[in-house]
């Protein structure tokens, strides 16, 4: 389901505190606006930098301006006998650490059952306070499908040759999903800048330098064979046979992983590396020893 359904749903259930989790705030508020104009509701959005902007006004509400508890406190100056309105609060995580903004949070859910307010938190992250546990639901922005990631492929590869087709396509979708739309964008127009045409290896670059930016991951796309590995010729046995396209009708659980425990410097990760070659996808490295912290908590956090 889509945000903008699952909002409409959520709305009409008159549910009055609603966390949305989205990377990509600009075309979040877009759904939310479009999903306001279809039903004819009233919407205004508030953030530190701009403050607070009513849809269909030229002027935001100077009091509301910096200050995210006026802000709260406005929104039932939208409230009609018979309408809705909604509020989205953008990056408002930032301002829970405030006895008084949750306070007048946990109020405003409460009153907007009955005059049909709704706050609308919009973050990167679901950091709820124990006093909102309880009151709000959680929605997630989703990412681009892969035909949202053609249409932007289609949008920015507009010269001949530029966009390729059949399998070569394909692959470009299939290398761009799990991105953000900004991300996508990037990616694409990149490739064209470097390579005249959409490359799924630009992406898959993307994707590493996301990655990294955890210090826990990292993505590895190289060349290795499991051919040119010396030894352990009963595991690649094994997992050339669980690669075999098995028959209908063939009775038994395929094989899904493969575990490796031994001693460093034995092949486990040159050959998690060639396994990942011989089925024609990236290999993800894990730091277990940049996860781990030694003070309490410190572990959970890089979690």
């Known amino acids: 389901m889509t945000l903008a359904n699952s909002l409409r749903d959520h709305v009409r259930a008159c549910c009055s505190g609603i966390w949305i989790q989205s990377h990509e705030h600009e075309d979040a508020v877009a759904d939310i606006s479009r999903i306001c104009g279809e039903e004819q509701w009233h919407l205004a959005t508030w953030d530190i930098e701009r403050g607070l902007a009513v849809s269909g006004h030229t002027t935001a509400a100077s009091a509301a301006a910096t200050d995210p508890l006026a802000a709260i406190r406005i929104v039932n100056s939208l409230a009609t006998p018979d309408g809705v309105a909604l509020l989205v609060l953008t990056n408002f995580h930032r301002f829970l650490n405030s006895a008084e903004v949750i306070q007048a ?37 989703e990412l681009p499908d892969r035909e949202q990631i ?28 799990g991105l953000t739309r900004y991300e996508v964008e990037f990616a694409l127009s990149l490739s064209l800048v470097q390579h005249g045409r959409l490359l799924p290896e630009v992406l898959w670059k993307t994707k590493a330098q996301m990655l990294k930016k955890s210090g826990l991951l990292s993505l590895h796309q190289g060349g290795e064979s499991l051919d040119g590995l010396g030894g352990m010729e009963a595991l690649k046995s ?26 460093p410097g034995t092949g486990k990760s040159a050959f998690a590396k060639g396994l990942g070659h011989a089925v024609g996808r990236p290999t993800l490295i894990m730091d277990v020893g940049a996860m781990m912290g030694s003070l309490v908590g410190e572990t959970e956090c890089a979690v």
């Open 105 to 141: 949070m946990v109020r405003q859910v409460t009153d907007g059952k009955r005059n049909r307010t709704f706050l609308i938190v919009l973050s990167p992250l679901v950091q709820l306070p124990l006093e909102l546990e309880k009151l709000f639901v959680v929605l997630e922005h």
């Open 150 to 177: 053609e249409q932007i492929a289609r949008g920015i590869a507009t010269e001949e040759g530029e966009l390729p087709d059949g399998d070569q396509l394909q692959r470009v979708l299939d290398s761009a999903v």
């Open 238 to 263: 094994f997992c050339r046979r669980a690669l075999r396209p098995t028959r209908q009708g063939s009775a038994g659980p395929k094989p899904r992983g493969v575990l490796l425990l031994g001693v």
